[in-house]
Structure formats: structure tokens, C-alpha cells
């Protein structure tokens, strides 16, 4: 979708419909006080203090009809530039004002304004030239803020819209809009009865439904499969651990603010798990090692804990309890650009497998001004540094560098995503680490006798299977593959009393042939319960009447097709089995 900030005119235009906004408030709420009312990503937004009123659905109708009134009179924007004392005098009224003039830049002597009309606010600007130029807008949605985004704050209202030169644009925007609402896969998760929450057990904490641990249990099983395949050992660790643990690592002084507070019990300090590196460096370290050993690449599908605001959660995408797809690889220096070169390749692997093709590479680089953030080792960081450019060079790749995203103890190659549903995120990632084996003093013996660090490649394709369940749910709309769909066959008997014992004999080989099944026999019409089913984005449904009863057939309606089709039911078993197997992303009439 367009970002409203990276566009010249955009940005312009939605500034100026923030003050359209405002001047529209003011003459329905004459007390009305306005912090500030910038451009944003997805248009523009301004907080305003009502008092003790809340804004209603009402008043954004009644906000609107007066924007429209103003537009159409069209009066010019005129900038006006005053000294910070003239500022203080003409906002001496307004708080709000007042505190950013007082906070704005000692050398900024001269101070901007722009009037339309009976409005004046405070704006660095630039406008357009009238108002009428905003007359294509829409008020999207509304929300309390806290003043400054701090809790201790009053709450403010907060209105969010958008502009556009033509109706046109806007129309075509406000359908995307809504696209983005169908995809959202907090709606999706609740429609499909994947997951859930709920404040009595905490915000940020999920809680996945029948459907949703089927979903998975499909994707742990299914990556698993493939580190196995590459040699991986899986281990389980527990979600905690001595906060001498991190200490030790370098989290503690890293990213202890991102941490839950630590428990005191018996005399020692725990923490919950941010990451699972320092447990794995253990697991290493509890044996002798050689370089024949090498690569030990160790695996887990590892319950988190972080810290997030509330304010940042999003559904099962950000939140304060997760588990990732993690793995060590632990390796000898050689061994680098083969080991890394892997990990990229089962990357691309997977996302072919799962049709996954609006991604970018990025490769994240300390910033070598900053010695506080990164580990201090100029030799490691530019060999590190070369040694993943080279590869990521030699496989084909295109990436960009992003300096200062580095991890602390490396660089990082991440893959980017958009989601459907706000800004673009880290789906996989592979950093190079040369030194948290050193703070665990991890050695093996190499071929002269002589004991060498390990090299660690942290790396983890699906991120969090949390927020990569929420990315692929609004990726697919919620219609998942027939591998992952937690109910893959959807049996209709035509009517209960001449077919519902056919239809209990199918249900009963296709739940023997390990498909997911179940048996629609309400005493509802068929139309309705076909109707149902696609709703429920089932893959397949199974219509039995006479026909099929007599022949040992089934007639199969696809999701998202009218389309009928007959074959025996034998047939079907296999055809479904195949299309499993090979993680086929979706059934068609043809197949």
C-alpha cells in the first residue's frame, strides 16, 4: 500500500487535511485543544483534548459534513512566520502549544503558522494552497492516546484519516482498506477458531484453539522434518533460567529493559527467556568436542518471553509470550560460508513450498561509530561482515545493507515482509556470532591438537511460529494449504435418512487414512450447510446422495468453486494423500 510519508505530495496534501480537521473540530467544539496532528504511514492523524468528551461514530460524521462545509469555501493557506515570543503570546491560551514552542530549538528564532480562514495553528508546514484541495478525504477511525504516549498523561482523542487529489484515488484506497480488514488475521483468528485472548490471562499472551494447534503442530512437524533431514538435533530447554545466565552472554546489559523483571526464590535470581542462545551455548558446553563433530547444529521450537508495551501488541504477530523456530549451529570458521549457504537455501526452500514471494533481503551491519551497542572487535566485525557478503554474492541474492541493525555479538541477514495488516517485519533471520562462544569459553580440538572457538550461525526460518501463523493467515486470506487446514474434508450427506450411513462409512476410511474430517449430518438444507463450509474456508466438501451411496463414490466441491466433480472413493483417498504430500499449495478443478 502507498506510504503517505514517502510521498511528496501526499504528504503535503494529508498535512493540510490534519489542519482541515482541526478547524472542523474547533467549530463544532469551540474548547477544543489540539497537540499535535502529523503525517503518518497510512495518512495522518491529530490528538485533541475534547475535555471529558469521547468522540462517538456521531461526532466523526458531524466532524466530516464540516470538513466538506470548509473545503467547499476553499480559502486560501497562508504561512506567516513570528519570533518564539510573538508564538508564546498568540498560544498563551493553549497548553499544549506552549509546551512545543518551549521545547523547540534554541536557534529556531523564527516560528511558522498557517490560517485558513477564522484557524490558525502552529505548523512547520509546508500546505497546500487551499483548503480545497482536501476535499477528497476520509476519516478512517478514532482512538484514545496518552499526551506525549506516556500512561501518567491525560488521554487524548485521537483521529486518524486520509487524502487524496481525486475521488478516484481514494475510492481505490479505501477498497484496499478493506481488503486489509478481510486479511487481518486477528479477524481470521477468530472467524477460523484459531487462537484467543483474554486480559484475565494477560495481554500479549495467545491462546491457540483446537484449529489453531493443529496449524501448529503442521508447521513444527513440517520444519522439523527438514532440520532433520539436514542433520539438526533437537533439544528442549527451559522457558527461564539464572540471570547469571544472560549476564554471562552479554543480554543482561544488551536488552534487559526488553526482559520481564527478575524472580528472586531460594537465594538466586531468574529470569523468563528472551532468546534461547545462552541455553544452547550450555547444551555445547557439556561435552568435549572435536572438529570431526562439526557442524553440531542444535534445534528447538523454544517458548520466549519479552517485554512489549501494550500499546504494541497486534494479535499473535507481537506479543509478550512466543515460540520460535531456533537453532545453533556451531562450526568451525571453514565451515562458514558452506553452513550459512544452507541455511539461505532451506529458507528459499520453505517459502517456495509455501508460495511466500513479496520478500526482500536485508543485511544488517554494526554501525562501527557506535562502541557502545556492539561487541568491540573490529577484526571479528569486518571478517564477519565480508564473509556473509561474499556469500549472499556468490548464491545470487539481492539484498541491501542496513547499518546499525546488527545484532551485538554479529551481523544478522534478515527477510523482510509486508504483511497485509501494518508496516513490513522480520519473517527469518541467520546471524553470524563469533562471540558469545568465547563469553562461554566453548572450544573444540581441532586436527593439530589445538583448541579453537566455535563459530555460532543463529538462525531461524520461521521466526516465531506465532507471527509467521499470522503472516501466512493474511497471506491466504485464512484458505491454507489442504496440509495445514485444520479440517481438510467436510462431509454432506444429502439426507440423513437414505445417506448418512454412507456418509459415516467415508468419514470412518478417510479419519483411517489419517485425513482431517468431519461429518456435517445436521438437519439443515444442504445449500446452507455447503454455504457453512466455505465460510469456514474448508478445502473440500464431500456431497452424497444416491449416486454415490450406490456407486462408492463421492462428488467434491473445492473452496472458493462452484465447480463439481465425481470419483471413486478410493481415488479420492489417494488424491488427497498425493496432494499432501506434497505440500501442493492449492487443489484446483483440474487436478
Not at 487524502?163 to 481470521?188: I, P, V
Not at 520453505?350 to 511466500?356: G, N, Q
Request: a negative charge; hydrophobic letters at 35%.
Amino acid at each position: 500500500m502507498i506510504n503517505f510519508k514517502e510521498d511528496e505530495r501526499l504528504a503535503k496534501l494529508n498535512h493540510s487535511c490534519a489542519h482541515l480537521m482541526a478547524q472542523a473540530v474547533k467549530h463544532l467544539y469551540p474548547n477544543a485543544l489540539f497537540w499535535v496532528g502529523p503525517v503518518i504511514e497510512n495518512g495522518f492523524y491529530y490528538d485533541i483534548d475534547l475535555g471529558d468528551k469521547v468522540i462517538t461514530e456521531e461526532d466523526i460524521e458531524a466532524i466530516s459534513k464540516e470538513m466538506k462545509k470548509i473545503a467547499k469555501d476553499g480559502k486560501r493557506i497562508v504561512r506567516n512566520e513570528i519570533s518564539k515570543s510573538d508564538a508564546l503570546y498568540q498560544f498563551k491560551d493553549d497548553p499544549y502549544k506552549i509546551d512545543l514552542i518551549n521545547r523547540m530549538d534554541e536557534n529556531e528564532v523564527t516560528i511558522s503558522t498557517y490560517t485558513q480562514g477564522d484557524f490558525t495553528d502552529l505548523c512547520r508546514g509546508p500546505h497546500v494552497d487551499t483548503v480545497k484541495e482536501c476535499k477528497n478525504f476520509k476519516l478512517i477511525k478514532f482512538s484514545g492516546a496518552y499526551w506525549k504516549g506516556d500512561v501518567n498523561n491525560k488521554v487524548l482523542q485521537r483521529i486518524y484519516g486520509v487524502c487524496f487529489d481525486t475521488e478516484e484515488e481514494l475510492s481505490a484506497y479505501l477498497q484496499e482498506l478493506e481488503e486489509a480488514k478481510m486479511r487481518d488475521h486477528r479477524k481470521l483468528g477468530r472467524d477460523l477458531g484459531v487462537f484467543m485472548t483474554h486480559d484475565l490471562v494477560g495481554k500479549g499472551l495467545p491462546m491457540y484453539l483446537p484449529n489453531g494447534y493443529i496449524i501448529w503442530e503442521e508447521l513444527e512437524n513440517y520444519i522439523k522434518e527438514k532440520e532433520k533431514k539436514l542433520g539438526y538435533k533437537h533439544v528442549l530447554t527451559p522457558p527461564l533460567g539464572n540471570v547469571e545466565l544472560y549476564k554471562t552472554s552479554g543480554h543482561w546489559d544488551h536488552y534487559k529493559d526488553n526482559m520481564f523483571p527478575k524472580m528472586e526464590v531460594e537465594g538466586e535470581e531468574f529470569v523468563l527467556r528472551p532468546m534461547n542462545c545462552p541455553h544452547h551455548m550450555m547444551i555445547y558446553a557439556n561435552d568435549i568436542h572435536s572438529y570431526r563433530d562439526l557442524p553440531l547444529r542444535i534445534g528447538e521450537i523454544a517458548r520466549d518471553c519479552r517485554f512489549e508495551a501494550s500499546g504494541a501488541l497486534k494479535g499473535i504477530e507481537r506479543v509478550r509470550s512466543f515460540c520460535q523456530n531456533d537453532a545453533h549451529l556451531f562450526i568451525t570458521p571453514e565451515q562458514i560460508e558452506s553452513e550459512f549457504t544452507s541455511v539461505v537455501n532451506l529458507i528459499l526452500e520453505v517459502y517456495k513450498e509455501l508460495h511466500i514471494t513479496d520478500y526482500h533481503f536485508e543485511l544488517s551491519l554494526r554501525d562501527p561509530e557506535d562502541k557502545v551497542k556492539y561487541h568491540p572487535d573490529d577484526e571479528m566485525w569486518n571478517m564477519a561482515e565480508n564473509t556473509l557478503r561474499r556469500v549472499l554474492n556468490d548464491i545470487g541474492i539481492d539484498y541491501v545493507e542496513k547499518i546499525g541493525e546488527a545484532a551485538f555479538y554479529g551481523p544478522k541477514l534478515d527477510v523482510q515482509v509486508k504483511p497485509a495488516v501494518g508496516n513490513e517485519y522480520t519473517l527469518s533471520t541467520c546471524q553470524l556470532d563469533f562471540c558469545l562462544p568465547a563469553k562461554f569459553n566453548l572450544t573444540y580440538v581441532d586436527r593439530d591438537g589445538s583448541k579453537k572457538s566455535p563459530v555460532v550461525l543463529h538462525r531461524a526460518v520461521f521466526g516465531s511460529i506465532d507471527r509467521f501463523i499470522a503472516y501466512y493467515l493474511e497471506e491466504t486470506k485464512g484458505s491454507l494449504p489442504l496440509w495445514l487446514s485444520p479440517i481438510q474434508v467436510n462431509i454432506l450427506p444429502v439426507n440423513n435418512e437414505y445417506h448418512l450411513d454412507y456418509a459415516n462409512e467415508v468419514y470412518a476410511k478417510l479419519l483411517d487414512a489419517g485425513l482431517r474430517v468431519e461429518l456435517d449430518c445436521r438437519e439443515e438444507k444442504l445449500g446452507y450447510r455447503m454455504r457453512d463450509a466455505q465460510t469456514k474456508k474448508i478445502p473440500v466438501s464431500l456431497v452424497l446422495g444416491n449416486l454415490e451411496r450406490d456407486e462408492n463414490s463421492v462428488t467434491l466441491r473445492l473452496f472458493g468453486s462452484e465447480e463439481k466433480r465425481s470419483m471413486p472413493l478410493d481415488d479420492f483417498i489417494k488424491y488427497m494423500l498425493e496432494t499432501i504430500h506434497n505440500y501442493t499449495f492449492k487443489l484446483t478443478d483440474e487436478d
